[in-house]
């Protein structure tokens, strides 16, 4: 019980800024611009509300515990909710097709950190973080790497603020770029939020901005497909840097628990339950009807996108400005080019797969 207190009032936080957010969208496209729908999402306005109350107002220790688990839990359980809207056939077609566009992107982010490396004094540790972060899975994959290759705790702090301001600015700008570029095309925006953004979360909010501005719920379900892929990658790239950092050091005692992304398997099975529903009670085979059965998907999913945004609004409360504005200019430089080319390949690899039709 005494946890579960201590959880709660950063919880609360987090979903009163959920709720104000998309109050705020409400009003914004209907009483203001008199749009049908807001031009601001309500997962843009809880980011930002969450970054304003995050660095400009005090709250105190007493929330960091439960926006901590906002972030981490509960955006989890949303992802593994997030799963039965997505049959296994979606899984097996978006994810065949996203593993060669990965691997060309994470070989590209390593060759692009490595050539920038050379020309700047920044530490192994430090250039190592900042490959692993861009490449798989952002903030994740540094925490998983960090102890792997015994970095220390301003190299973390400096690697993760990197990710994170870059990320975001993915997070909040890709899906209006990826719309415009690939014109509306589903698959390919999917296909780019899940490799040029950096952390699962704002792989997830990008997705969940683009399906509320553009009411296209695909978008979502292939980035979350093709960001769940690459980050199964750890399992291969965290002892191939422990081997190249130091081929001495044994790699044994980092578990694959430690290191693999475990709701992943929550979200697979919850593909599995949706494709057996489909079956079964579309057949009525069973005694839930049709009808009770897509009910039910529409009722996990309501819950699936209400975890995530109250996740989204933990993640603004996260951001802390004044270590972003603190950073060096020379990891910096290294972020950016690894940002701007796992954005540049990634785009123009999906263009080139569409041209030779492994993307439909």
């Known amino acids: 019980m005494p946890r579960i207190y201590a959880l709660l009032p950063g919880i609360l936080l987090s979903t009163l800024i959920y709720l104000l957010a998309d109050l705020l969208s409400n009003f914004v496209g209907k009483e203001i611009l008199f749009y049908e729908k807001s031009p601001i999402s309500t997962v843009l306005f809880a980011i930002l509300i969450g970054i304003v109350v995050g660095n ?6 007493i929330f960091t515990k439960g926006i901590n ?3 981490k839990i509960i955006l989890r359980l949303g992802i593994i909710l997030l799963g039965i809207r997505i049959g296994l056939t979606e899984v097996f077609t978006y994810g065949s097709v996203s593993i060669p566009l990965i691997i060309i992107c ?13 020309y700047l004094k920044i530490s192994t540790e430090m250039s190592y973080l900042i490959a692993i972060g861009t490449s798989i899975c952002g903030v994740s994959a540094i925490v998983a790497m960090a102890p792997v290759i015994n970095a220390k705790k301003g190299e973390i702090t400096y690697a993760i603020a990197n990710i994170t301001i870059f990320g975001m600015f993915g997070m909040l700008f890709y899906p209006y770029l990826a719309n ?8 390919y925006i999917g296909l780019f939020l899940g490799t040029a953004i950096h952390d699962t979360a704002q792989v997830i909010a990008s997705g969940l901005i683009y399906e509320q501005q553009f009411s296209n719920t695909k978008v979502l379900e292939i980035s979350t497909i093709t960001k769940l892929v690459r980050n199964t990658f750890l399992l291969v790239m965290i002892p191939l840097f422990a081997y190249f950092y130091n081929r001495e050091q044994s790699v044994g005692k980092h578990s694959i628990k430690g290191i693999f992304p475990l709701f992943v398997i929550g979200f697979l099975l919850m593909v599995i339950i949706r494709t057996i529903g489909d079956e079964i009670f579309s057949a009525q085979k069973l005694f839930i009807d049709a009808s009770t059965w897509k009910q039910t998907i529409a009722l996990i999913k ?8 109250i996740a ?3 993640l603004g409360l996260s951001i802390n400005i004044k270590e972003l504005k603190d950073m060096g ?3 910096f430089i290294v972020g950016f080019t690894a940002a701007t080319v796992v954005g540049l390949i990634s785009l123009i690899t999906i263009t080139t797969f569409s041209k030779i039709n492994l993307i439909h």
Not at 56 to 61: A, P
């Open 329 to 331: 200019y020379k990891p």
């Open 312 to 314: 989204m609004a933990a």
């Open 106 to 118: 994470i070989i590209t982010v390593l060759l692009a950190v490595r050539f920038t490396v050379k």
């Open 56 to 61: 400009f107002i005090k709250i105190g220790e």
């Open 302 to 309: 309501d819950f699936s996108g209400i975890f995530l945004s």
């Open 69 to 71: 688990f906002s972030l």
């Open 180 to 187: 415009s570029i690939f014109n509306g095309e589903e698959s």
